[in-house]
């Protein structure tokens, strides 16, 4: 399953070059995926932090050409894989025809005492 994230660069993304400083595209990454969840899985944040949670594990990132102040990116998500209580995906962010950045993922669901547990129903059937 395939999500696609619009984003404008706006000026709080960016260094005194008028690029994107790095850590921002975290930030986006992370706007990616709470929109992939409240869109595509029936599952807002709002709702889902009252009493479970989904911390990133692991990100691994690629930039391959800097954004900057006024660019159009579409960040695509990709889920890669669904185990018990984590998820594997992707992301490339692209602009026009160039790569920005690309980048993986694992998440893992977790409950109010911090400990993995499995999915909800709804998220898996969301998913495949």
């Not at 008028?18 to 599952?43: H, S, T, W």
């Not at 102040?69 to 992301?91: K, P, V, W, Y």
């Amino acid at each position: 399953m395939n999500f696609v994230f619009p984003q404008k660069i706006l000026f709080r993304h960016c260094d005194p070059a008028g690029m994107v400083f790095y850590p921002r595209y975290f930030e986006l990454i992370n706007d990616c995926v709470e929109a992939f969840f409240e869109q595509k899985l029936g599952l807002p944040y709002d709702k889902l932090h009252e009493q479970n949670a989904i911390p990133t594990v692991e990100i691994t990132t690629q930039f391959k050409a800097p954004s900057r102040l006024g660019d159009e990116i579409a960040i695509t998500l990709a889920n890669t894989r669904i185990g018990c209580s984590s998820m594997d995906l992707s992301f490339v962010a692209t602009c026009g025809d160039e790569t920005r950045f690309e980048a993986r993922s694992t998440l893992v669901f977790v409950n109010s005492e911090g400990r993995s547990t499995g999915w909800p129903e709804t998220v898996l059937k969301a998913l495949n």
